[in-house]
């Protein structure tokens, strides 16, 4: 059953996954734990992360044309492998709604204390909304120009703060004990790099398929380069108060200043959160519609895609009391929670299709 008509280029995932992988990790830097080593735990995390990548494609590359809920039905059987789809189809869903409230943490405490929450979670979740129900054309063609305008954005600011950076902030180099280094590495790499198996959702409408895992490595480098970027402006700028902000990334380029006319710049960092949450949230939306629609054997998925959104609006809502659980959740039990989606899961699918000579012609 074939419930979405539209096909992607190789160029079209590309984008669509630097955008994904991007979205929340700009307001929470991955890796951050590790202090001035953020950086460095962005960069081993990416080595693990282009591990599942691999795993990923693979998958997709081996199950050509076929969803996760699809394959899993073929690798574990009908009754177990619908069982673990609607684990993952809850995956997606608790997955976009982390996204939201962090969204609605953010709103809400820095740019609209006044306004209440539910405000910005809602009006976030009807634009996504539109464009789920528009299908994955219109999402991949809006990661096109977004994420080209988040990138420019992100290597602007940067060179504007190059002159506040300070090298001493960086010093010593891996000043932390190596289990703490592993733990932070692996936060990175679950967040945000192993969060690309919702793509096993995605990667099936390609135009051709066989260009998957060549697309997948490049976007997880690029995205990778981006965050590192990100992690050495806010270390070089805040020093060693860098961990203790909640947003890092905003308050590092609120503080451009070039001759007292171009300030103010955190208007950016607001304008590329919006546009990659918009995004994450919307491929995560999306992956979890239809998922249960071909659980559910519908015709179309679009019966489901408002009252799906209600329900992310009000576990957004209801999930956490405060920011400050929302970060611990993000930081200490994410990482952990997340291990057998991103990698136990997806690396057993693919030794059982291996030994078993799935699918069989």
């Known amino acids: 059953m074939k419930l979405e008509g539209g096909k992607i280029s190789s160029s079209h995932l590309t984008f669509l996954m630097i955008g994904f992988m991007i979205g929340s990790s700009l307001i929470f830097i991955p890796g951050q734990t590790a202090g001035h080593d953020a950086w460095l735990a962005i960069l081993a995390g990416l080595a693990e992360g282009l591990v599942f990548a691999v795993i990923y494609t693979t998958l997709a590359m081996r199950f050509a044309g076929k969803t996760l809920v699809q394959f899993n039905d073929i690798v574990y059987g009908p009754y177990l492998g619908k069982a673990i789809s609607i684990a993952y189809l809850w995956y997606f869903f608790h997955l976009a709604s982390l996204v939201l409230r962090s969204f609605g943490d953010f709103f809400t405490a820095i740019i609209f204390p006044e306004t209440p929450m539910i405000v910005f979670i809602v009006l976030t979740a009807l634009i996504c909304a539109t464009a789920v129900r528009n299908g994955l054309e219109v999402i991949t063609r809006c990661g096109l120009i977004l994420v080209v305008t988040m990138s420019l954005a992100v290597l602007t600011t940067t060179i504007l703060l190059f002159k506040d950076m300070k090298l001493t902030n960086f010093l ?67 020093g060693v108060t860098a961990p203790i902000h909640t947003y890092p990334s905003f308050q590092a380029v609120r503080l451009i200043n070039i001759g007292n006319i171009l300030t103010r710049l955190e208007i950016i960092v607001v304008g590329n959160l919006l546009a990659m949450g918009f995004l994450k949230i919307s491929v995560l939306y999306y992956g979890t519609v239809l998922g249960t629609a071909q659980l559910l054997k519908l015709r179309s998925y679009l ?8 329900m992310l609006v009000s576990f957004s809502i209801l999930q956490f009391d405060s920011v400050i659980e ?36």
């Open 172 to 238: 010593p180099v891996f000043d932390i004990p190596l289990k703490d280094f592993i733990k932070a590495s692996h936060s990175a790499a679950t967040f945000p790099f192993g969060e690309t198996v919702a793509f096993l959702m995605v990667i099936c409408f390609l135009e051709n398929v066989k260009f998957a895992k060549s697309s997948a490595i490049k976007a997880l480098i690029i995205t990778g380069l981006l965050l590192v970027m990100a992690s050495v402006r806010s270390i070089g700028v805040l």
């Open 326 to 361: 929302n970060i611990f959740f993000t930081f200490e039990i994410y990482p952990y929670y997340v291990i057998p989606f991103q990698i136990g899961l997806p690396l057993l699918s693919l030794i059982i299709a291996i030994v078993r000579g799935l699918p069989k012609d």
């Open 303 to 310: 019966p489901l895609v408002l009252p799906i959104g209600a």
